[in-house]
């Protein structure tokens, strides 16, 4: 069972100051809310009262809804003419959607006029969003405009911030605001007094993750075996190399353990394709993601679906059955068994 637990006060008081800081902020609550979950997500953004939250795509609204957020919730991809789940929302008038594309405009003018629409400009990233020179000539007559959103991938500079506000002045609608990403709070505060329209940001990961001693992940060992060198162990029957112990610790790639630090995903990844000689050859160079005895132990060959076997070199037992091991999991492609608050 991997285990994420939540100093639940910590956690809160951390969410909290960080919404006083940055106030106005919409929490971003996608994919798997963060590690959390959406029913944390939510029951946390009810508590710093917050009016909006956002989404990565429109199948996840349900989820939110069904955790009890009835404000308004933004979806970040934006619109598409094929996706009927997004299409269906058009008409939910506390479903903000995001349109980033010229002809889509014109779609959504046609399908559903007053649904509550965000228009995407788009970045230096180049991912979506209506072309800078597009904007000043924009048609956008009719339709219920909430806004203009910029993202950036990373920390964005005030310049940009400046930059991209300066392209969204040039449409008479830029006073409905503009909703900026990655900006320092400094900067988003500064920008907010700079610019006479309303100015949001999105948060997801300085938010949820900002605290990371607000929330650990464990791991429970299921079993530990002494072994004398030269012992086959696991699926592949590869032979230990030493004396030691092979620990069977719960947590596999199911959860998405081995799929992040401290080794690289793609020495994994090419681990978990390869024949048992490649394993073979691997093993013993694969630090696990566990801390065990102070120390991440190597995998005595590629974690299984809710499992891992690492090595422990001897002497002593390093850690007896039942014992709950830290690991190191990337928060936002982990699945867990268990969410505590404590
Ligand atoms: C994911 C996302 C965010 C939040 O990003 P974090 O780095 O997690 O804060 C903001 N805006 C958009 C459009 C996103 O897709």
Not at 128 to 145: K, R, S, W
């Given at each position: 069972?991997l285990?994420?637990?939540?100093?639940e006060q910590r956690?809160?008081?951390?969410?909290?100051?960080f919404v006083?800081?940055?106030?106005g902020?919409?929490?971003?609550?996608?994919?798997?809310?963060?590690?959390?979950?959406?029913?944390?997500t939510?029951?946390e953004?009810?508590?710093l009262?917050?009016?909006?939250?956002?989404?990565?795509?429109a199948?996840?609204?349900?989820?939110?809804?069904e955790h009890?957020w009835?404000?308004?919730v933004?979806?970040?991809?934006p619109?598409r003419?094929?996706?009927e789940?997004?299409?269906?929302?058009?008409?939910?008038?506390?479903?903000?959607?995001?349109?980033?594309?010229?002809?889509?405009?014109?779609?959504?003018?046609?399908l559903?006029p007053?649904a509550?629409?965000?228009?995407e400009?788009e970045?230096?990233?180049?991912?979506?969003?209506v072309?800078a020179d597009?904007?000043?000539?924009?048609?956008?007559?009719?339709?219920?405009?909430?806004?203009?959103?910029?993202h950036?991938?990373?920390?964005?500079?005030l310049n940009?911030?400046?930059e991209m506000?300066r392209?969204?002045m040039?449409?008479?609608?830029?006073s409905?605001?503009i909703?900026f990403?990655?900006l320092?709070?400094?900067?988003?505060?500064?920008l907010s007094?700079e610019?006479d329209?309303?100015?949001?940001?999105?948060?997801?990961?300085?938010l949820?993750?900002?605290?990371?001693?607000?929330y650990r992940?464990?791991g429970t060992v299921?079993?530990?075996?002494?072994?004398?060198?030269?012992?086959p162990?696991g699926y592949?029957r590869i032979?230990t190399?030493?004396?030691g112990?092979i620990?069977?610790?719960?947590?596999?790639?199911?959860?998405?353990?081995?799929l992040?630090?401290p080794m690289s995903?793609?020495?994994?990844r090419r681990?978990?394709?390869?024949?048992?000689?490649a394993v073979?050859?691997?093993?013993g160079?694969?630090?696990?993601?566990?801390?065990i005895?102070?120390?991440?132990?190597i995998?005595?060959?590629?974690?299984?679906?809710h499992?891992?076997?690492?090595?422990?070199?001897?002497?002593g037992?390093?850690?007896?059955?039942?014992d709950?091991?830290?690991?190191?999991v990337?928060?936002?492609t982990?699945?867990?068994d268990?969410i505590?608050l404590?």
């Amino acid at each position: 069972m991997l285990k994420l637990t939540v100093d639940e006060q910590r956690w809160h008081n951390h969410l909290a100051a960080f919404v006083a800081s940055c106030p106005g902020i919409v929490p971003v609550t996608k994919g798997n809310g963060y590690g959390f979950g959406h029913a944390l997500t939510v029951q946390e953004s009810q508590r710093l009262g917050v009016d909006v939250i956002a989404v990565g795509v429109a199948q996840e609204v349900a989820s939110v809804r069904e955790h009890g957020w009835d404000k308004d919730v933004v979806v970040l991809n934006p619109w598409r003419p094929g996706d009927e789940v997004a299409t269906e929302l058009l008409s939910d008038p506390k479903v903000v959607t995001t349109i980033s594309r010229v002809e889509d405009v014109a779609a959504v003018r046609d399908l559903a006029p007053s649904a509550p629409i965000l228009v995407e400009v788009e970045t230096s990233m180049h991912r979506h969003g209506v072309g800078a020179d597009e904007v000043a000539a924009l048609d956008l007559d009719g339709l219920n405009v909430r806004g203009w959103t910029v993202h950036r991938p990373s920390r964005a500079t005030l310049n940009e911030g400046r930059e991209m506000a300066r392209i969204v002045m040039r449409h008479p609608l830029a006073s409905r605001g503009i909703w900026f990403s990655h900006l320092s709070c400094d900067d988003y505060i500064t920008l907010s007094k700079e610019l006479d329209v309303p100015v949001r940001m999105r948060v997801g990961t300085r938010l949820w993750l900002g605290d990371a001693d607000a929330y650990r992940v464990t791991g429970t060992v299921l079993d530990v075996h002494w072994l004398p060198k030269a012992t086959p162990v696991g699926y592949h029957r590869i032979k230990t190399r030493r004396d030691g112990y092979i620990v069977v610790v719960s947590g596999g790639t199911a959860h998405g353990v081995a799929l992040s630090a401290p080794m690289s995903a793609d020495s994994v990844r090419r681990w978990l394709v390869r024949g048992a000689e490649a394993v073979a050859n691997m093993v013993g160079r694969v630090r696990s993601p566990f801390t065990i005895a102070g120390r991440h132990p190597i995998f005595a060959e590629p974690p299984h679906m809710h499992s891992s076997l690492v090595f422990c070199g001897g002497p002593g037992e390093p850690v007896q059955v039942g014992d709950e091991v830290p690991v190191n999991v990337r928060m936002t492609t982990a699945t867990f068994d268990e969410i505590c608050l404590k």
